[in-house]
Nanobody
Framework: EVQLVESGGGSVQAGGSLRLSCSAS???????MGWFRQAPGKEREAVAT????????WYSDSVKGRFTLSEDRRKNTIYLQMDNLKLEDTAMYYC??????????????????????WGQGTQVTVSS
Protein backbone atom coordinates (compact mmCIF):
# COMPACT_ATOMS: atom_id res chain seq x y z
CA GLU A 1 0.00 0.00 0.00
CA VAL A 2 1.34 3.40 -0.99
CA GLN A 3 2.00 5.84 1.82
CA LEU A 4 2.65 9.56 1.39
CA VAL A 5 4.61 11.73 3.79
CA GLU A 6 4.64 15.51 3.43
CA SER A 7 7.06 18.00 4.93
CA GLY A 8 8.09 21.60 4.54
CA GLY A 9 5.09 23.54 5.76
CA GLY A 10 5.39 26.47 8.12
CA SER A 11 4.71 30.14 8.63
CA VAL A 12 5.89 32.86 6.30
CA GLN A 13 5.13 36.48 5.57
CA ALA A 14 3.29 37.47 2.44
CA GLY A 15 5.65 37.56 -0.51
CA GLY A 16 7.83 34.86 0.96
CA SER A 17 8.53 31.31 -0.19
CA LEU A 18 8.20 27.77 1.06
CA ARG A 19 8.93 24.38 -0.46
CA LEU A 20 6.82 21.35 0.29
CA SER A 21 8.00 17.78 -0.20
CA CYS A 22 6.02 14.58 -0.59
CA SER A 23 7.65 11.17 -0.57
CA ALA A 24 5.82 8.03 -1.63
CA SER A 25 6.74 4.62 -0.30
CA UNK A 26 5.37 1.09 -0.43
CA UNK A 27 2.96 -0.47 -2.87
CA UNK A 28 2.96 0.06 -6.60
CA UNK A 29 5.19 2.74 -8.11
CA UNK A 30 3.12 5.90 -8.35
CA UNK A 31 3.31 7.94 -11.54
CA UNK A 32 0.41 10.28 -10.83
CA MET A 33 0.82 12.62 -7.88
CA GLY A 34 -0.23 16.09 -6.89
CA TRP A 35 -1.03 18.68 -4.25
CA PHE A 36 -4.35 19.81 -2.81
CA ARG A 37 -5.16 22.34 -0.13
CA GLN A 38 -7.99 23.10 2.23
CA ALA A 39 -8.49 26.39 3.98
CA PRO A 40 -10.72 26.69 7.07
CA GLY A 41 -14.37 26.67 6.08
CA LYS A 42 -13.61 25.88 2.45
CA GLU A 43 -13.64 22.78 0.31
CA ARG A 44 -10.46 20.99 -0.59
CA GLU A 45 -9.13 22.17 -3.93
CA ALA A 46 -6.54 20.88 -6.36
CA VAL A 47 -3.39 22.98 -6.59
CA ALA A 48 -1.04 21.14 -8.94
CA THR A 49 -0.65 17.69 -10.43
CA UNK A 50 2.03 15.83 -12.34
CA UNK A 51 2.69 12.55 -14.08
CA UNK A 52 6.13 10.95 -14.24
CA UNK A 53 8.32 12.87 -16.65
CA UNK A 54 6.60 16.19 -16.05
CA UNK A 55 4.91 16.43 -19.43
CA UNK A 56 1.43 16.58 -18.00
CA UNK A 57 1.71 19.18 -15.26
CA TRP A 58 -1.40 21.08 -14.29
CA TYR A 59 -1.75 24.15 -12.06
CA SER A 60 -4.82 25.87 -10.73
CA ASP A 61 -5.28 29.42 -11.96
CA SER A 62 -4.84 30.76 -8.43
CA VAL A 63 -1.24 29.51 -8.19
CA LYS A 64 -0.11 29.53 -11.81
CA GLY A 65 3.08 31.53 -12.18
CA ARG A 66 3.83 31.42 -8.44
CA PHE A 67 3.99 27.71 -7.62
CA THR A 68 6.24 25.19 -9.34
CA LEU A 69 5.87 21.44 -9.09
CA SER A 70 8.97 19.34 -9.62
CA GLU A 71 9.91 15.74 -9.06
CA ASP A 72 12.78 13.45 -8.21
CA ARG A 73 11.57 10.07 -9.32
CA ARG A 74 14.70 8.33 -8.10
CA LYS A 75 13.43 9.22 -4.63
CA ASN A 76 9.74 8.90 -5.61
CA THR A 77 9.32 12.43 -4.31
CA ILE A 78 7.56 15.51 -5.61
CA TYR A 79 8.10 19.09 -4.51
CA LEU A 80 5.95 22.19 -4.53
CA GLN A 81 7.97 25.39 -4.63
CA MET A 82 5.68 28.20 -3.52
CA ASP A 83 6.86 31.74 -4.25
CA ASN A 84 5.23 35.13 -3.75
CA LEU A 85 2.90 33.62 -1.19
CA LYS A 86 -0.35 35.41 -0.49
CA LEU A 87 -2.62 35.47 2.54
CA GLU A 88 -5.15 33.38 0.64
CA ASP A 89 -2.61 30.58 0.25
CA THR A 90 -2.99 29.80 3.94
CA ALA A 91 -4.30 26.24 4.17
CA MET A 92 -3.53 22.66 5.02
CA TYR A 93 -1.71 21.21 2.05
CA TYR A 94 -2.14 17.56 1.19
CA CYS A 95 -0.15 15.34 -1.11
CA UNK A 96 -2.23 12.96 -3.22
CA UNK A 97 -1.47 10.02 -5.46
CA UNK A 98 -3.31 7.55 -7.61
CA UNK A 99 -1.25 4.42 -8.29
CA UNK A 100 -3.94 3.12 -10.67
CA UNK A 101 -3.42 5.91 -13.21
CA UNK A 102 -1.18 4.81 -16.05
CA UNK A 103 -1.75 7.70 -18.43
CA UNK A 104 -0.42 11.22 -18.07
CA UNK A 105 -3.47 12.68 -19.79
CA UNK A 106 -5.76 11.15 -17.16
CA UNK A 107 -3.69 12.11 -14.12
CA UNK A 108 -5.11 15.54 -13.31
CA UNK A 109 -8.71 14.46 -13.79
CA UNK A 110 -8.25 11.27 -11.82
CA UNK A 111 -6.77 13.08 -8.82
CA UNK A 112 -9.54 15.67 -8.81
CA UNK A 113 -12.18 12.96 -8.88
CA UNK A 114 -10.68 11.35 -5.84
CA UNK A 115 -7.10 10.13 -5.44
CA UNK A 116 -6.42 6.71 -4.12
CA UNK A 117 -4.04 7.90 -1.43
CA TRP A 118 -3.73 11.02 0.72
CA GLY A 119 -0.90 12.25 2.88
CA GLN A 120 -1.48 13.50 6.40
CA GLY A 121 -1.15 17.16 5.44
CA THR A 122 1.21 20.00 6.27
CA GLN A 123 0.11 23.46 7.37
CA VAL A 124 1.08 26.58 5.45
CA THR A 125 0.32 29.90 7.11
CA VAL A 126 0.91 33.20 5.36
CA SER A 127 0.76 36.38 7.42
CA SER A 128 0.86 40.06 6.55
Amino acid sequence: EVQLVESGGGSVQAGGSLRLSCSASGGRYTNCMGWFRQAPGKEREAVATTYTGGLNKWYSDSVKGRFTLSEDRRKNTIYLQMDNLKLEDTAMYYCAADPAVLSGIQCSTALKLGPGVWGQGTQVTVSS
